[in-house]
């Protein structure tokens, strides 16, 4: 019988193990609250991208993985990976180079929202809300490391993520950079009450973001 999940809103991790051949990499099971830091450390090559990957949708067919992932109750690990709307932030921000800062933020808009004024301004306001108000016509290869982290984040925020996957997102930064980039990251998953799965080899990340911290590996 499938065993009932209570958590309402917010991420569980349910009985997640994922294998690599015949060694089990990781086995997890957690809850996180939304907005909630769940912060995942490990050493090089125990599995922090790996689950995200999974989380996400986009695992290697070389792992062999169970377990349910929920999000405010709904199963991710049940839908498709386009269908999960999982935000990534990686540790390149992955700016598209030919197009300018609001292209890359007009893409990620949904579909769904169809009006151009109406995505224009949703642009607008998600750059003003990233401080970067007035840069939308700038080409991103025109923009310093920490205004392309902040566009990144803009833009996965306007694709209305159910939960954001940052896979060492600060770890090119410097170190007051990085401390700035990561508050702004932590507000926002907190202000749309979005559950954060952080993945970092550095503790001052863990105890800023101030919620759990899984250790793996
Ligand atoms: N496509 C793949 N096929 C086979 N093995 C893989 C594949 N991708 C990753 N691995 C292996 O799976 C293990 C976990 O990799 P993963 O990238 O999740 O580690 P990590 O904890 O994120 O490491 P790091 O801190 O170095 O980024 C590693 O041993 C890696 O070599």
Redesign the pocket.
């Known amino acids: 019988m499938t065993k009932q999940v209570t958590l309402a809103k917010g991420l569980k991790l349910d009985g997640v193990s994922i294998a690599?051949g015949n060694r089990i990499?990781l086995a997890v099971d957690h809850e996180a609250a939304p907005g909630e830091v769940l912060t995942i450390m490990?050493?090089?090559?125990?599995?922090?991208?790996?689950?995200l990957a999974y989380v996400g949708g986009f695992l290697?067919p070389?792992?062999r993985a169970t377990g349910r992932v929920f999000v405010d109750g709904t199963e991710l690990t049940a839908l498709a990976p386009e269908d999960r709307h999982a935000g990534i932030l990686f540790q390149d921000p992955l700016l598209f180079p030919h197009m300018s800062v609001n292209g890359n933020l007009l893409f990620a808009i949904p579909r769904a929202v169809r009006g151009k004024a109406e995505r224009l301004s949703l642009a607008t306001a998600a750059l003003e809300g990233v401080g970067l108000a007035g840069l939308g016509e700038r080409d991103p290869d025109t923009l310093s490391g920490g205004q392309k982290a902040r566009v990144a984040l803009a833009r996965v925020l306007l694709a209305e993520p159910r939960a954001l996957l940052l896979d060492?997102p600060f770890s090119k930064l410097d170190a007051d950079l990085r401390q700035q980039i990561r508050m702004l990251v932590f507000a926002k998953a907190h202000e749309k009450g979005l559950p954060v799965l952080l993945?970092t080899?550095d503790e001052a990340d863990a105890e800023a973001a101030g919620g759990a911290v899984l250790r793996i590996?």
Do not use: M, N
């Open positions: 690599l990499l490990g050493p090089s090559g125990s599995g922090k991208s790996t689950l290697d070389a792992f060492e993945v080899h590996g």
